[in-house]
């Protein structure tokens, strides 16, 4: 039986990648999901699985320097939102890639080249990070929710404005809203500034969905909503990126 490691920081993205990855093999065991490079490599150290599963982009150590530490104990596979970063890898020895969001064709050409390349020891990616890595992460380009049994992939273009909730960040569209698990303040530095402005310590508005912006008289600002009813209050230590009213 195959030792597989997941490590990939969007817990219901990983959730997919595991479910998808045992119903097309299902003599594989997935013996650990980590949420950052660091735990993978811990992980790695720990369990000494036979593949690795790396997402390019995550906290702490990225995928490729998690590669670069693995060395030959484990052949990996990488997972990225960018083609031109996996080819690169898979060009200095990994196994295969897959790109967000998920494929399952995709998937099952990568495990079977990862059968086919099992009895081989595994790639020396030691040389990857300096050709592959790129210079600062890229600006995130999907949010993936679930509903119910159900996961869903929601483009971050359709999001109208993201909302603290407790526990939780709620992803508002024109029409629906959910709920995912990262925080206010890691969206923030994984979404395009240019478009997604923090206008209240609870909320982050896609610039494209503000249909205007009113003071009142007691000088508190407010966003009004191209395709939502409600409006959005900006709080004074964002209202500068609306000075001129």
Not at 37 to 64: I, K, N, T, W, Y
Not at 112 to 134: C, I, N, S, Y
């Amino acid at each position: 039986m195959t030792r597989i490691l997941i490590a990939e920081d969007e817990a219901l993205l990983a959730t997919e990648i595991r479910e998808e990855l045992l119903r097309q093999w299902p003599e594989a065991q997935v013996v650990a999901m980590a949420r950052d490079g660091h735990e993978a490599l811990r992980l790695v150290e720990q369990l000494q699985p036979e593949v690795c599963f790396l997402d390019v982009q995550m906290p702490g150590l990225s995928g490729l320097e998690v590669a670069q530490l693995i060395g030959r104990r484990a052949h990996v596979v990488f997972i990225t939102a960018h083609e031109r970063y996996a080819v690169q890898a898979f060009d200095e020895g990994a196994v295969g890639y897959l790109l967000k969001p998920l494929d399952p064709a995709r998937m099952a050409k990568t495990l079977l080249r990862l059968k086919e390349r099992l009895p081989q020891p595994p790639a020396d990616l030691g040389g990857l990070q300096a050709q592959a890595a790129p210079a600062s992460p890229e600006p995130l380009r999907w949010i993936t929710v679930q509903r119910g049994r159900e996961l869903q992939l929601i483009t971050v273009d359709d999001v109208v404005y993201f909302r603290a909730d407790n526990k939780y960040v709620a992803v508002v569209t024109a029409d629906t809203e959910a709920l995912i698990s990262v925080p206010l303040k890691e969206l923030i530095q994984r979404l395009d500034g240019e478009h997604f402005w923090q206008v209240h310590r609870s909320t982050i508005v896609n610039a494209h969905a503000i249909k205007s912006v009113s003071r009142a008289l007691s000088g508190k600002l407010s966003i009004a909503l191209k395709s939502r009813a409600e409006s959005l209050e900006v709080s004074p230590a964002y209202s500068h990126r609306f000075k001129q009213l």
